[in-house]
């Protein structure tokens, strides 16, 4: 099992460029997120979904967007780069029901020129 | 508000000595804390939940409702101790995950 996966580990980009971050999981877990890690503020949730086919945001969503097309994959989206979203990102996972524990992938490094 | 608060960013300590990670929380019902540890370029991965009050690694963290706290403790720290910790809040209601901001952890031979 592999657990939770990200690709890619590493992307540079130029402001404006876009591009799409992937998560997959076979843990058969329902609940995926997306979190951004930045030096003295922790890991911020940027969206969620509880289930296939839907989406919540969380607490620093602007400038994403995130598409669940199925149950093991959970996309994240950046239209337009900024430097602002210099960071780096975690998916995770979570089963439905029982305790809140989540599962991390290994995290992709952006880098906004 | 739901608020998870760790105030020190950075704590070193020498090998062999005690360690306590300081852990205060804000949170109206019944929380559910968490620590999750993170060693250098890698991955988060639970260390311990407050509902298991286990052991792991030598550390124990006891949750105080009284002082809203879930300080994480190791009586001898270890150089492979050293890491980024995080300390986490959900509840009952809620599958979201509420992080503090971190506190990094040294530890000198």
């Known amino acids: 099992n592999a657990g939770v996966t990200q690709t890619p580990k590493f992307q540079v980009l130029k402001t404006g460029q876009s591009m799409t971050l992937q998560c997959a999981q076979d843990?058969?877990?329902?609940?995926m997120y997306w979190y951004r890690q930045d030096p003295g503020m922790g890991l911020r949730l940027i969206y969620y979904?509880?289930?296939?086919?839907?989406?919540d945001k969380g607490e620093v969503p602007n400038g994403y967007n995130v598409s669940r097309l199925n149950k093991r994959e959970f996309s994240l989206r950046l239209e337009s780069a900024a430097p602002s979203q210099t960071s780096v990102y975690f998916c995770?996972?979570?089963?439905?029901?029982?305790?809140?524990?989540?599962?991390f992938g290994p995290g992709t490094r952006l880098t906004v020129l | 508000a739901q608020r998870v608060t760790q105030p020190e960013k950075l704590l070193s300590v020498f090998k062999g000595a005690p360690v306590e990670l300081k852990c205060n929380y804000s949170?109206?019902?019944?929380?559910?804390l968490f620590w999750y540890v993170q060693y250098s370029r890698q991955r988060l991965q639970l260390l311990l939940r407050?509902?298991s009050r286990e052991s792991i690694k030598g550390f124990t963290a006891d949750l105080n409702k009284g002082e809203t706290s879930f300080h994480l403790k190791k009586p001898f720290a270890q150089e492979e101790d050293s890491a980024m910790y995080y300390c986490a809040l959900s509840g009952l209601d809620t599958d979201k995950l509420i992080f503090g901001t971190g506190t990094r952890l040294q530890v000198f031979p």
């Open positions: 949170y109206s019902g019944s929380p559910e």
């Open positions: 843990m058969n877990h329902n609940s």
């Open positions: 995770a996972t979570r089963r439905a029901g029982g305790r809140n524990e989540q599962f």
């Open positions: 407050h509902i």
């Open positions: 979904s509880a289930s296939e086919g839907t989406t």
